[in-house]
Each structure stands twice: as C-alpha cells, then as structure tokens.
C-alpha cells in the first residue's frame, strides 16, 4: 500500500503525526527523545516499514495503544540512561507539566550536558487509535480546540528511541496519570499493580534526559 498523504504530508492511509507527538520536533524543554528529521518524510518512513511488513502492529498496554518498532532512521540518540554512581549526583528533580490542560507532577532527569548520550538502535513508535484521541480531546475542552483529526486509523503520539526492539515501561507518574482519567489528560486505563511494580523497578534505575536548562516536559 502506497502513503497516501494529506497537503502537509503529517497523514497517511494508515499513521498521522499527531499534536502530542510534534513536542518532540518543536518543544525544547522536552524530555525523552528529541527528533531532529522531516515531519512527513518521518511519518512516510514509519508507515513503508508497517505496510513492507517489516513493522507490524505491536500490542500495548490497551486496545487502543499499539507500537510500531523500527530502526534509528533519524539518528537519535537514546531518551533517558542509567542512573549508576558516577552519574547519581547530577539527578535533578522538579514539577513539570505535559501541556497547560494538565497537572503538575514531580519528575526527575538528566540534564544531557552531564551525561554520554548514546544514540538508539531502535525507535518505538507509539499509536493510539483515532477514535480514542477523540474521546481524551472531548474530556479535555483546550484539546477539543485543534482541527479536527484525520481520518487514518492511527495516530502517532510519541516516539521513543531506544536500544531495545520491544515496549518498555512506561514512567510510574505516566501510568498514575492514565488512571486519574482523561478528564485530568489521561488515557481512562485504570492502575495495573503488577505493570506498575515493573516501571518502578525500570525507572528507579533509569531517568529521562533534558536538554533544556528549565526542566522537564516529556511523558
């Protein structure tokens, strides 16, 4: 199947590149992976290895999240790092938010001038589906402000870049957020006990990287 793409080239008959997900090109105070490549160019990429069969869809952690894992096209590097006694002392902290409709939560990072950034093998890109960006824009009023969606199935809202070609845990804070519904910017999907013990254990060994001098913006 050929990309079928809208005048902006963010659309194709599968992916579209949505909102969320355009921080990582234009925000720079966010943390996590930056993406310094071609919108259209990025979505048309993604969506030749999906329909090549290179890349199908990958279940996430509800029907309507998938994941499409592809190689480090963009050459990104990797989005967060190891947190080991060499680098601990140089953790900062602070309350950040994703987007003014969403509470502030404490975070932890990396500043990337104070650690090695190696670049990623892969890029998770994650999906979640049209239908269900349309139920958080209505329980959001400040999202239901945007143009309206397109019409693919499938919508680009983040992507990772990482050394690994499969899902990894999602932040503790991100799952917390999910849970208090899409009223307060999340996704509805109640607290899983055991996914959440797997992403402290992740994440209490991990932190994010920012570039930015004035903190965290990312997941």
């Not at 949505?18 to 720079?28: H, M, S, V, Y």
């Not at 003014?100 to 932890?108: C, G, M, S, Y």
């Not at 996914?195 to 990312?218: F, L, Q, R």
Request: proline share 6%; charged share 25%; glycine share 6%.
């Amino acid at each position: 199947m050929a990309a079928t793409t809208h005048a902006d080239g963010l659309v194709t008959d599968v992916f579209f590149l949505d909102d969320f997900a355009i921080r990582q090109w234009d925000d720079e105070r966010y943390s996590g992976t930056r993406i310094a490549f071609d919108k259209a160019d990025f979505v048309k990429r993604v969506h030749d290895a999906h329909v090549s069969g290179a890349s199908p869809l990958v279940d996430g952690y509800a029907p309507f999240c998938k994941h499409v894992f592809v190689p480090n096209f963009v050459g990104a590097k990797v989005g967060c790092v190891s947190i080991t006694e060499a680098n601990a002392h140089k953790l900062k902290s602070g309350y950040s938010s994703r987007s003014p409709a969403e509470l502030a939560v404490l975070t932890r990072w990396f500043q990337a001038s104070d650690v090695e950034i190696p670049e990623a093998t892969h890029l998770d890109v994650i999906l979640y589906s049209r239908e269900q960006l349309e139920l958080e824009r209505a329980a959001v009023p400040s999202k239901g402000e945007r143009p309206p969606l397109p019409d693919a199935p499938w919508g680009i809202i983040s992507i990772k870049a990482q050394s690994e070609d499969y899902e990894t845990p999602m932040q503790p804070i991100t799952m917390m957020r999910n849970a208090l519904g899409r009223e307060e910017g999340g996704s509805g999907v109640p607290l899983d006990r055991e996914k959440y013990d797997a992403s402290v254990k992740y994440w209490s060994t991990h932190a994010p990287i920012v570039v930015s001098e004035d903190g965290a913006n990312g997941d």
